[in-house]
């Protein structure tokens, strides 16, 4: 933790990464992943940890806090305590860190289970354990939900799977609408206006340049607004009303990547009703998400998602201001 707490103090000091990487050996990715374990460690300390479960994660189990960043505070107390008491590894503690967030974000929860951090896992096993007609995935299941259940009523829940058999039919997923950036002249760029002819040396001399933010080209403009170019496809032109919303992809109702990164989201503010085949951005207890519903929700919607927008990847930025060399 005291590792995490120093790069974090070294970055605010205004060291990049490459020095704190030569200085201390850590790079780039872990100090991300130990600053944010840090950050993960001092929520658990104002959501009042007792001193074992504060000195469990002292040792090396920077990956297990970090997995947690996800859930807010009073969440990652209840999924740190489940995970020492289970001694979870990093990769089983995403999955809890997903069960439980999404498990949060259900209008109403089945009576079969509580609020708590192990009937959350729970659920989710006896919920994937219902669509699973080979019997070995079902019992891997069925062995996870047992493992986790913390209510009696959600263990019944569990154990009633090795009677039932029936199957319940689901519906999969929509695809989610990811375009990435291809081309360099699909990057558009934006430039101040000076004003209208005739204008005059003082004009253009007080004409304020642009400050360009990459990898999506931001720009703040007059009035701390900002905005952001987008090419001129098909989805991007019929939207309504449509606004633009940063977005970590590992925020994203299906994963889309290997390692996170940040996406843009497009969202619509104005949709004429819910469709299965959309995604919409919704609120719940002050908290934005984005979520598909696979009947109609009783939460507020906000906007429809148009698609996510993945950064171009540019192997040498110098390349492309450079005039191409070829041999003779």
Known sequence: MNWGQKCQKLQKAGYDSQLIFEQTGFQNAQQNLIIVAAQVFESLIKAGADEDLLSYYIGPRSDVLYELRILNQ??????????????????????????????????????????????????????????????????????????????????????????DFTVTPTRSAPLLPVHRLQDEDELARIIPLVGRFPVTVTDIKCTESLSVEEPFRLVTVGDKQTIVPLPGWQAILKAIDPVAILWPSDQLPRSIATRSEEVLLVIDRVFAEWDVNNYYLVEKDNAVFLQWFDSSPDVTILGELVLILRAKNILDEKNITEPWQMDD
């Not at 995970?83 to 079969?112: C, G, M, N, T, Y």
Request: charged share 30%; hydrophobic share 40%; net charge positive.
């Open 74 to 163: 009073e969440q990652r107390l209840g999924a740190a305590k489940l995970a020492a008491e289970k001694r979870i590894e990093v990769a089983e503690a995403h999955d809890i860190a997903k069960a439980i967030q999404d498990f949060s974000r259900l209008s109403q929860i089945p009576s079969e289970f509580t609020r708590h951090p192990g009937d959350a896992i729970a659920y989710q096993c006896w919920k994937r354990g219902k669509q699973k007609r080979d019997l070995a995935e079902r019992a891997k299941l069925i062995a996870k939900g047992l493992k986790f259940a913390h209510s009696d009523s959600a263990r019944q829940a569990i154990e009633s799977l090795l009677q």
